[in-house]
């Protein structure tokens, strides 16, 4: 049964927007958000609480995106903005179903992902 469904990439010219939303089936103690980009591992990117709304970012993408949630429609939102070619990769959503203390930033300590989207930003 598919826990995680990811929408809002595609391509965007560099200092462009996106919206990425991830649709959880049930809803967990943490959801993230990770990238793969091009020949890269993948890392984290952004994190957030689901009972108190606590977020951890890349140092990257700080003052850039967003994580934010819904809790009507079990939905984590990633506003990108000001993007740029290095943010090019597939988005995966992730969630963990144990608390942690903040937000977990290995991909490891997740346990449902989704099927990733691209976002793909040109120069």
């Known amino acids: 049964q598919v826990q995680l469904v990811e929408s809002g990439g595609g391509l965007v010219q560099a200092g462009g927007s996106l919206r990425l939303s991830c649709r959880a089936l049930?809803?967990?103690?943490?959801m993230a958000w990770f990238r793969q980009g091009p020949g890269k591992e993948r890392e984290f990117v952004a994190g957030i609480s689901w009972d108190d709304g606590t977020t951890a970012y890349k140092d990257s993408v700080k003052g850039r995106f967003t994580i934010s949630r819904e809790d009507a429609k079990n939905t984590v939102y990633l506003q990108m903005n000001s993007l740029k070619p290095e943010d090019t990769g597939v988005y995966y959503c992730?969630?963990?179903?144990?608390?942690?203390?903040?937000?977990?930033?290995?991909?490891?300590?997740?346990?449902?992902w989704g099927q990733g989207t691209q976002v793909t930003v040109s120069a």
């Open positions: 992730a969630s963990r179903t144990l608390e942690a203390s903040g937000i977990p930033t290995h991909d490891d300590e997740y346990d449902y």
């Open positions: 049930i809803v967990n103690q943490r």
